[in-house]
């Protein structure tokens, strides 16, 4: 059976980090495409960073870009999550997903929550 399961989510202050992880089992993790996505409260869920297969392809959204920073570890079968400088507005829950390109499929964590607040 293929799991996600997220770690690392807790409560930080502005401008703080904070390090998620995504453990995955179950699947051929070298051929999923790896995003994280996050969702606010009465909000959209969006996605806000991806990585390839190989670690060297990566993605950012906007609101991210420069502050967060994905890495993989393929022998663990693990994504990590860095965040950074965090602002308020980061508050959500982020959830790992793993998509894979050729078949279309796709696999969801059940997130861990991340509060940024003084």
């Known amino acids: 059976q293929v799991q996600l399961v997220e770690s690392g989510g807790g409560l930080v202050q502005p401008g703080g980090s904070l390090r998620l992880s995504c453990v995955t089992s179950?699947?051929?993790?070298?051929?999923?495409?790896v995003r994280w996505y996050r969702q606010a409260p009465g909000k959209e869920r969006d996605m806000v960073i991806s990585?390839?297969?190989?670690?060297?392809?990566?993605t950012y959204d906007e609101s991210v870009k420069g502050r967060f920073a994905i890495s993989r570890d393929n022998a663990k079968n693990t994504v990590f999550l860095q965040m950074n400088n965090l602002k308020p507005e980061d508050t959500a829950t982020y959830y790992c997903?793993?998509?894979?390109?050729?078949?279309?499929?796709?696999?969801w964590g059940k997130g861990t929550l991340v509060t940024v607040s003084s």
């Open positions: 179950g699947l051929d993790f070298n051929m999923f495409r």
């Open positions: 997903n793993a998509y894979r390109i050729t078949g279309g499929e796709e696999y």
């Open positions: 990585i390839g297969t190989g670690g060297a392809s990566t």
